[in-house]
């Protein structure tokens, strides 16, 4: 399982012209799913999301984590960052879960996320999203559970 996160002042995910997820400081995270993963995967990869120490702490330094400033997190299904792009001009998706299995464990981690964290918010699966964020920093991780 893949997390691509990003610090964020705020970040939205709009559907059809409606939002229908937004959050305010604190982390928009991409998931991707891999044909290998499952729920232990995804839950390594929540509990790195919550606990990554990538927010300052009074010294300016990288010490605080999603969890420890209260921030929000923006789930947002990303399958293209299952591709694989090292050979060709085109992303080949063969190391990708199947459409109904990265959806129930998409839903699985958001399930997680919510019991877990008190603000979740969440893009909708399979749908043309549009993302709009305010970077921090900026500052991107890539996270593999």
Known sequence: MLGLI????????????????????GLLLLLGVEKDDGEAEADKLLKKVLAYRVFSDADDKMNLSLTDIGGGLLVVSQFTLAAATDKGLRPSFSSAKSPAEAERLYEYFLHQARAAH????????????????????????????
């Open 118 to 145: 008190s603000v979740v918010g969440c893009g909708r699966f399979g749908s043309d999203m549009q993302v709009s964020l305010v970077n921090d920093g900026p500052v991107t991780f890539m996270l593999k559970a």
């Open 6 to 25: 990003q610090r964020v002042k705020q970040a939205s995910v709009t559907v059809a012209g409606d939002t229908i997820g937004e959050v305010g400081q």
